[in-house]
């Protein structure tokens, strides 16, 4: 009976052990200082690092001048998905927004992600890079740079 008890135990804790898990590339986007109605679009890496599906069900943003947008399709483990964030840069003046990001991860259910900045007219003008099209270019990219940062 001791051993039927200790087993069941066991198979729980393991249960337990596995789920999904929710990690974010970073948990605030500071967009700097920006032009007035320059493009407000971020986005936000989330990677399932448990090993089981993980299911965004709602994201939700503390006020109306920002708009996330995801999808609902589960992340399998060890897979990413992005989450896109759009602030409205018409606004001017400094901002911080809390942005609530609900799943099926059970230790973290609701996990907030915020993005900050400042929208100035005097703000420089924004230098816009090129995405690299595939992974190997960001490879290679990324390469070329720290080559050319240690000479």
Known sequence: MKKLIAGIALFGTFALASAQTITFDKTTFDYGTVKPSSDGTRFFTVTNTGDKPLVLSNVKASCGCTTPEF???PIMPGKS???KVGYNTAINGPFNKMIEVFSNDPAN???VIYIKGNVDANAPAAVAAAA???K???KAAKKAKKLAAAK
């Open 81 to 83: 998905a992005q989450i």
């Open 71 to 73: 999808k609902t399709d």
């Open 109 to 111: 259910s609701r996990t």
């Open 132 to 134: 690299p099209a595939t």
């Open 136 to 138: 190997a270019e960001a």
